[in-house]
């Protein structure tokens, strides 16, 4: 077993990161988390990467554990329903339970992300190494090579848990010693964001509702932000006729958006700009197994099963996850060589779930028109 007082380390401090170590240090456990970027409570925001995320149930309960959902629910912008915006006449609005009153959250990631991390700073015993890359494991040993600006170091940790995203370091090294599986299924679809600014001070659209402009093989969604503006997010092919690829010149875009999405135009004067500059995402479900070794590393969030986004369940699945480690740990009294087996044994048939659900509902967001998603994804799988 391992002694209370050994620092776990944690690799990643973003959502699922930086909550995992408020849980380990409320149990006693000093923890170290080595995360590749600077501090994101005194950098700048990354241009047009998934600003702002729908929170649910799920991972508000876990906020509660720690005594952080009013705080992080005081920004929280309620969505009753979904707004649908056809092509041609006004939107309509579909509401997310008969009585009216149950909703999701926009939340602002980076908002989320920073109180997490002021959270688990608060605790005694939880230390951040900023600019620490994982480059490096030995998961027999625990030993954690990192670069950093300063060049490379090593620690070295009993327990290792990586919460590093879907590109994890962490499933790399385990792969590369040919302790898991793995495999990636790229969409072929990409993600753009965009931004729709306040109008006159106010909402251009209404803020009570996530906005949907389903297109068949294409949607946009767009979600309310505290300043009052949208981001929207456009997913749409990489490659082809219909893509992406295909706006090469500002008219081609301004001539897009007109034929296909004609209420965004007026509402969002940066389109051209911000379809020229943001980057495109990749989406991609990852399963990997298994999602531990040794009882020494283990995985968990996207690291362990990154989802696709159509469902708003990425973040909240990695919050239940450090919620169900928790209850793990308690039930085998803090047993890692137990606790983390049994963790996967819980979370793996829901995080299959919820990855085809996720995929299922591209369908019913873009309005159930047959879409050549499932055809158009390419998959690696390594071994
Ligand atoms: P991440 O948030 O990716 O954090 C990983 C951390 O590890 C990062 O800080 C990274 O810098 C760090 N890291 C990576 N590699 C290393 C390394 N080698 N060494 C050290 N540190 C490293 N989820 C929802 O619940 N609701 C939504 O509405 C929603 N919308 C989404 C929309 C889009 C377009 C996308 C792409 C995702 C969306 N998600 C949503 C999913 C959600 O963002 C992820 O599931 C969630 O961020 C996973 O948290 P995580 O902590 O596991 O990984």
Known sequence: MTAERDEIAVVGAGLAGSLL??????????????????DPRTG??????????AL??????????????????????????RMIHPVAGGPRFQSYSVSGDRAINSISRGALNNALLDAATALPGVRVAFDHRLVD????????????????????APVVLGADGAGSAVRGQLL????????????????????????????ALD???????????????????????FTCTLFWPTHGTASFASLGSPAAIERHFATHYP?????????????????VGVLGTVRCDP???????????DAAHAIVPFYGQGANAAFEDVVELDRCLDECADEWSAALPLFQRRRQADAEAIARMALTNFVEMADKVASPLFQLGRRVEHA
């Not at 700048?44 to 995320?53: C, D, H, K």
């Not at 494991?137 to 070295?156: I, N, R, S, W, Y």
């Not at 999602?291 to 969030?301: P, S, Y």
Request: glycine fraction near 12%; include cysteine.
């Open 21 to 38: 170590a408020c849980f380990l240090a409320r149990r006693g456990y000093p923890v170290a988390i080595y995360e590749r970027r600077p």
């Open 207 to 229: 803020p009570e509702a996530l906005h949907i402009w389903p297109r068949g093989t294409s949607m946009m969604i767009a979600l309310p932000n505290p300043d009052r503006s």
């Open 291 to 301: 999602w531990q070794v040794g009882g020494k590393v283990g995985l968990l969030g």
């Open 137 to 156: 494991l030995d998961p027999a040993t625990g030993e954690m090579t990192f670069e950093t600006p300063q060049g490379k170091v090593t620690a070295v």
């Open 263 to 279: 209420d965004l135009p007026p509402l969002a004067p940066n389109l051209v700009d911000d379809y020229q500059h943001n980057p």
């Open 56 to 81: 649910s149930e799920r991972g508000l309960d876990a906020l509660r554990r720690i005594g952080l959902d009013q705080q992080v629910m005081a920004d929280a912008l309620p969505m009753r329903g």
């Open 176 to 203: 590369g010693h040919g302790l898991l599986t793995e495999s990636v299924d790229f969409l072929d679809y990409g993600y753009k964001e965009l931004t729709i600014p306040p109008l006159g001070g106010d909402f």
């Open 44 to 53: 700048t925001v990354e241009r047009g990467r998934s600003i702002n995320l």
